[in-house]
């Protein structure tokens, strides 16, 4: 192939690299707004640019017609990637529906297929004049859809550039300024398309078109570079701006997440001194029920408040009537304390005051002077109620210097108060003690005169019979001595019941069953009586009941071995659907149950009869003369 270089060449070539330069440094930038359509755009206007001149240096008509046809179909292109890149930079991208974009692209794939097949119907171009001598040029006779692709192509320009002036319109400021510029810049290959068709004697036939859009091209792509330099700009700043307020927050946050763990380890903190003062608490509570004797109870009810308050000292004074104070428990690491305490005058305390507070601290009420020769620089002291008109003073001592919060005077309050419960209920249990000891053996005399104390009567009466009566009746003295016999052998069944009672566990201790055996062993069997005990696997009650039930059951055994005359003993206990029996059966003389409205001796029918129905459960009773006695304690439904 033949070349003709002519200078409208160069200058075509020329523009194509500057485009195709600014084509690659558009698609460097693809990613930002409307930079990869504008990419397209150059891109095209470079290829637009090379056809040309390569269309005027080629030598030959098909060479020739080959680039021309490349022209024609990049500026299809070119028009519908400008529209592209006018919307999207103007964020109207959502405007191109698929519909839309079909629409838009339609024109320019038909432009393409008439092109290729022109020679079949020769809609585009009819013909061919040569240029003028040594121009190199052929010029193209254009058919009747020429025309229909150049108003296409007019079209989509002057709705970019109305588009742009609308935004114009409506922006203010630099993005005014800019968005009129790219208006302008558009604006010249409209021109210069007016000007090829308009005066092409003038210009020689010269097509200024693809430099028009080429001076487009780098227009809007400067005023685009330009703008994404200062939205660079602006986002740079506004980066730095998030990553300092970031850091700030980081910083915020690192300092809430200090504090959060710090009050997270004083609550901890706290919450271990409250579990702590919490078993305290309940430890304490717990010696309420020991039966410690009263001063050794006390010592260890101050080990405990001092483990509790986590003091160096506790101690505990009485303060008689009229009386200086005394020491009567101290749990401290000085021992000198415990004598600067008992220095300590009888009305020191304020009786109105619930809690008093001295502190080594300045504005603080001052300690008293022989705790301060001791060493101590803060206590707390409460004046503790006591039975009988006395009271009593519990103290804790700090040796460092301490102020004391609210939460610190109420425990040290709840402290003081619990002592005195504690104390009260030691001196109750003392007193019910003492009582149950003299109701037993009140019980024990009246078991005596009444049972053994009878039968040894009875037997001295029959002696006496029985010296009088001398030989003379042999029948009668041997009745008289088979009754002294009878008589003793009862009284001695008797005294073993009250002697083997007096040894047997409390029910407290070993529960109702195994006090029950213990009982049936120690006493029926050892009187002479044949004993069963049945324990049905589904019988069941309340451990609160083991005292009342065993109390019930020993009486019911109890008038058996007293006055049935019994050689056997039977006891069972059976249950299910949360219900209870429990039944004491002998084979013994009986009696009439409408004759007797209680059987002598211990708490009587009755009694038990009232200690069921405490319980919610009722006594049947069972007896014939001479066919023994059964008696049925009853609960429908247990608690």
Same mark, same amino acid.
């Given at each position: 192939?033949?070349?003709?270089?002519?200078?409208?060449?160069?200058?075509?070539?020329?523009?194509?690299?500057?485009?195709?330069?600014?084509?690659?440094?558009?698609?460097?930038?693809?990613?930002?707004?409307?930079?990869?359509?504008?990419?397209?755009?150059?891109?095209?206007?470079?290829?637009?640019?090379?056809?040309?001149?390569?269309?005027?240096? /080629?030598?030959? %008509?098909?060479?020739?017609?080959?680039?021309?046809?490349?022209?024609?179909?990049?500026?299809?292109?070119?028009?519908?990637?400008? !529209?592209?890149?006018?919307?999207?930079?103007?964020? %109207?991208?959502?405007?191109?529906?698929?519909?839309?974009?079909?629409?838009?692209?339609?024109?320019?794939?038909?432009?393409?297929?008439?092109?290729?097949?022109?020679?079949?119907?020769?809609?585009?171009?009819? *013909?061919?004049?040569? =240029?003028?001598?040594?121009?190199?040029?052929?010029?193209?006779?254009?058919?009747?859809?020429?025309?229909?692709?150049?108003?296409?192509?007019?079209?989509?320009?002057?709705?970019?550039?109305?588009?742009?002036?609308?935004? =114009?319109?409506? /922006?203010? =400021?630099?993005?005014?300024?800019?968005?009129?510029?790219?208006?302008?810049?558009?604006?010249?290959?409209?021109?210069?398309?007016?000007?090829?068709?308009?005066?092409?004697?003038?210009? *020689?036939?010269?097509?200024?078109?693809?430099?028009?859009?080429?001076?487009?091209?780098?227009?809007?792509?400067?005023?685009?570079?330009?703008?994404?330099?200062?939205? @660079?700009?602006? %986002?740079?700043?506004?980066?730095?701006?998030?990553?300092?307020?970031?850091? +700030? +927050?980081?910083?915020?946050?690192?300092?809430?997440?200090?504090?959060?763990?710090?009050?997270?380890?004083?609550?901890?903190?706290?919450?271990?001194?409250?579990?702590?003062?919490?078993?305290?608490?309940?430890?304490?509570?717990?010696?309420?029920?020991?039966?410690?004797?009263?001063?050794?109870?006390?010592?260890?009810?101050?080990? &405990?408040? &001092?483990?509790?308050?986590?003091?160096?000292?506790?101690?505990?004074?009485?303060?008689?009537?009229?009386?200086?104070?005394? !020491? +009567?428990?101290?749990?401290?690491?000085?021992?000198?304390?415990?004598?600067?305490?008992?220095?300590?005058?009888?009305?020191?305390?304020?009786?109105?005051? $619930?809690? &008093?507070?001295?502190?080594?601290?300045?504005?603080?009420?001052?300690?008293?002077?022989?705790?301060?020769?001791?060493?101590?620089?803060?206590?707390?002291?409460?004046?503790?109620?006591?039975?009988?008109?006395?009271?009593?003073?519990? *103290?804790?001592?700090?040796?460092?210097?301490?102020?004391?919060?609210?939460?610190?005077?109420?425990?040290?309050?709840?402290?003081?108060?619990?002592? /005195?419960?504690?104390? +009260?209920?030691?001196?109750?249990?003392?007193?019910?003690?003492?009582? /149950?000891?003299?109701?037993?053996?009140?019980?024990? #005399?009246?078991?005596?005169?009444?049972?053994?104390?009878?039968?040894?009567?009875?037997?001295?009466?029959?002696?006496?019979?029985?010296?009088?009566?001398?030989?003379?009746?042999?029948?009668?003295?041997?009745?008289?001595?088979?009754?002294?016999?009878?008589?003793?052998?009862?009284?001695?069944?008797?005294? %073993?019941?009250?002697?083997?009672?007096?040894?047997?566990?409390?029910?407290?201790?070993?529960?109702?069953?195994?006090?029950?055996?213990?009982?049936?062993?120690?006493?029926?069997?050892?009187?002479?009586?044949?004993?069963?005990?049945?324990?049905?696997?589904?019988?069941?009650?309340?451990?609160?009941?083991?005292?009342?039930?065993?109390?019930?059951?020993?009486?019911?055994?109890?008038?058996?071995?007293?006055?049935?005359?019994?050689?056997?003993?039977?006891?069972?206990? #059976?249950?299910?659907?949360?219900?209870?029996?429990?039944?004491?059966?002998?084979?013994?003389?009986?009696? $009439?149950?409408?004759?007797?409205?209680?059987?002598?001796?211990?708490?009587?029918?009755?009694?038990?009869?009232? &200690?069921?129905?405490?319980?919610?459960?009722? @006594?049947?009773?069972?007896?014939?003369?001479?066919?023994?006695?059964?008696?049925?304690?009853?609960?429908?439904?247990?608690?």
């Amino acid at each position: 192939m033949r070349w003709v270089v002519t200078p409208y060449s160069y200058i075509y070539l020329l523009a194509g690299l500057i485009t195709l330069v600014t084509a690659a440094m558009n698609w460097s930038r693809r990613n930002e707004r409307g930079m990869r359509p504008l990419a397209w755009v150059v891109f095209c206007v470079a290829v637009w640019c090379f056809a040309c001149a390569i269309e005027m240096a /080629a030598v030959g %008509r098909d060479h020739k017609i080959f680039w021309v046809t490349v022209q024609y179909v990049v500026s299809d292109l070119i028009a519908n990637f400008t !529209l592209f890149f006018v919307l999207e930079y103007h964020d %109207r991208k959502h405007w191109l529906t698929p519909w839309r974009l079909a629409a838009l692209w339609l024109v320019p794939v038909l432009n393409t297929l008439l092109l290729l097949t022109n020679s079949a119907h020769h809609l585009i171009w009819t *013909g061919f004049v040569p =240029g003028p001598p040594g121009s190199n040029l052929l010029f193209f006779e254009h058919g009747p859809l020429y025309y229909v692709a150049i108003v296409y192509q007019s079209l989509l320009l002057v709705s970019a550039i109305g588009i742009l002036a609308y935004a =114009g319109l409506k /922006a203010s =400021g630099r993005a005014r300024h800019r968005t009129c510029a790219m208006a302008a810049s558009l604006s010249a290959p409209v021109l210069t398309s007016l000007a090829y068709y308009l005066l092409p004697a003038q210009l *020689g036939s010269f097509d200024l078109m693809p430099l028009g859009f080429t001076t487009a091209a780098l227009l809007v792509s400067m005023v685009a570079f330009r703008d994404m330099q200062r939205r @660079v700009v602006e %986002r740079t700043a506004e980066l730095e701006r998030l990553v300092g307020a970031l850091r +700030e +927050e980081v910083a915020t946050r690192m300092r809430l997440e200090a504090d959060l763990r710090e009050a997270q380890d004083k609550l901890t903190g706290r919450l271990v001194d409250q579990n702590r003062t919490l078993i305290g608490l309940y430890n304490l509570i717990t010696m309420a029920s020991q039966s410690e004797d009263a001063p050794q109870l006390l010592h260890h009810i101050v080990g &405990r408040i &001092r483990s509790v308050l986590r003091s160096d000292a506790v101690c505990f004074l009485r303060a008689p009537a009229g009386a200086p104070l005394h !020491l +009567e428990a101290y749990d401290g690491t000085s021992a000198a304390a415990s004598i600067a305490l008992q220095s300590l005058p009888g009305g020191w305390l304020d009786p109105d005051s $619930d809690v &008093r507070v001295d502190m080594r601290m300045a504005g603080a009420p001052s300690l008293p002077e022989p705790l301060r020769r001791s060493g101590f620089g803060a206590c707390l002291f409460k004046s503790v109620a006591l039975h009988g008109g006395t009271s009593g003073v519990l *103290g804790a001592l700090w040796q460092a210097e301490r102020d004391f919060s609210v939460e610190d005077i109420a425990l040290f309050s709840v402290l003081g108060d619990g002592l /005195a419960v504690i104390l +009260e209920n030691a001196r109750l249990r003392e007193s019910l003690a003492e009582a /149950a000891i003299a109701q037993e053996r009140r019980r024990l #005399s009246r078991d005596l005169h009444d049972s053994v104390m009878q039968l040894l009567y009875g037997q001295a009466l029959a002696a006496e019979t029985a010296r009088h009566c001398g030989t003379g009746d042999p029948e009668r003295l041997g009745a008289l001595l088979a009754h002294i016999d009878g008589s003793a052998k009862q009284a001695v069944k008797e005294m %073993r019941l009250v002697v083997y009672e007096l040894g047997l566990p409390e029910p407290e201790a070993s529960g109702f069953l195994g006090s029950l055996q213990a009982r049936l062993q120690a006493v029926e069997q050892r009187a002479g009586v044949a004993v069963r005990l049945d324990v049905a696997e589904d019988a069941g009650w309340p451990p609160a009941w083991d005292s009342d039930l065993y109390l019930m059951v020993t009486e019911a055994l109890n008038n058996a071995l007293k006055h049935a005359q019994a050689t056997g003993l039977s006891v069972s206990l #059976s249950g299910g659907d949360h219900a209870l029996a429990i039944e004491i059966a002998d084979n013994g003389c009986g009696f $009439d149950p409408s004759e007797a409205a209680q059987v002598s001796g211990g708490m009587g029918l009755q009694n038990i009869a009232a &200690r069921a129905a405490r319980l919610g459960g009722r @006594v049947e009773l069972h007896s014939e003369i001479g066919t023994g006695t059964r008696i049925r304690f009853l609960w429908d439904a247990l608690p």
